[in-house]
């Protein structure tokens, strides 16, 4: 079992800067794949970033491609998403999630792969 909580979500202005924690419970996060997702008012939860349980291999969508980047900590339990230049329409809470298995193929895109999930943490970008 995997507890995961967010952190750093705010208001900021466009163009500005926000950097997301999620926080995992439990000795085995090294071996989890993570994902973060986000879901605006009215819409779906989309993917937007994801890595390996290494850190050596990150897949980002391609609406963020560039302006986010996703890290990991294993010796801290933590996965990050720094989150630069931002844009009204990155509005939206921001989820994390974790997959005990690694990724085959492009199911690091699919919420359906993920095992785990967090409670999100509101980001909101005023134009």
């Known amino acids: 079992q995997v507890q995961l909580v967010e952190s750093g979500g705010g208001l900021v202005q466009a163009g500005g800067s926000l950097r997301l924690s999620c926080a995992a419970s439990?000795?085995?996060?090294?071996?989890?794949?993570m994902g973060w997702f986000r879901q605006a008012p009215g819409k779906e939860r989309e993917f937007v970033t994801a890595?390996?349980?290494?850190?050596?291999?990150?897949y980002y969508a391609d609406s963020v491609k560039g302006r986010f980047t996703i890290s990991r900590d294993n010796a801290k339990n933590t996965v990050y998403l720094q989150m630069s230049s931002l844009r009204p329409e990155d509005t939206a809470i921001y989820y994390c999630?974790?997959?005990?298995?690694?990724?085959?193929?492009?199911?690091?895109?699919?919420?359906?792969?993920?095992?785990?999930w967090g409670q999100g943490t509101q980001v909101t970008v005023s134009s």
């Open positions: 999630a974790a997959r005990n298995t690694i990724y085959t193929g492009t199911n690091y895109k699919m919420k359906a792969a993920y095992d785990y």
């Open positions: 890595i390996n349980w290494s850190g050596g291999s990150s």
């Open positions: 439990g000795r085995t996060f090294s071996s989890y794949a």
